[in-house]
């Protein structure tokens, strides 16, 4: 039984870091989102397309490095500029909660860009 009562325990510490994570994610993302949304209409919307991005966010919310991840992306100098300059204006970010251990994290997002009417 003392084995069972420890893998409920070790699932729930592991659920908690997965809610933190989540939670963090989200909040990083609409953190991006909103600088994004600030620079798109700047440049009236001139074009589309997703601008595919990895950077990495230390345990202080420093954002450490960003790069475009070129052979997924779009090939739109001004749209790869807007996504690089919305995760750079965005930082830094919250710092990483309790429930979270590491040193910095790396995030994979896509910045999508679409016209409106």
């Given at each position: 039984k003392e084995?069972?009562?420890?893998?409920?325990?070790?699932e729930e510490k592991d659920d908690a870091k997965k809610a933190a994570y989540i939670s963090y994610y989200k909040a990083v993302r609409?953190?991006?989102?909103?600088y994004a949304d600030r620079?798109?209409?700047?440049?009236?919307?001139?074009?589309?397309?997703?601008?595919?991005?990895?950077?990495?966010?230390?345990?202080?919310g420093e954002l450490l490095r960003v790069k475009i991840i070129d052979e997924k992306s779009v090939d739109d100098r001004t749209l790869r500029d807007i996504a690089m300059n919305s995760i750079r204006e965005a930082s830094p970010f919250p710092p990483f909660p309790k429930g979270m251990r590491q040193y910095q994290i790396t995030f994979n997002i896509i910045i999508s860009f679409e016209l409106s009417n």
């Amino acid at each position: 039984k003392e084995k069972t009562f420890e893998k409920v325990v070790e699932e729930e510490k592991d659920d908690a870091k997965k809610a933190a994570y989540i939670s963090y994610y989200k909040a990083v993302r609409e953190k991006i989102r909103q600088y994004a949304d600030r620079n798109y209409p700047a440049r009236k919307r001139v074009g589309r397309g997703e601008i595919f991005l990895s950077f990495v966010v230390a345990s202080s919310g420093e954002l450490l490095r960003v790069k475009i991840i070129d052979e997924k992306s779009v090939d739109d100098r001004t749209l790869r500029d807007i996504a690089m300059n919305s995760i750079r204006e965005a930082s830094p970010f919250p710092p990483f909660p309790k429930g979270m251990r590491q040193y910095q994290i790396t995030f994979n997002i896509i910045i999508s860009f679409e016209l409106s009417n």
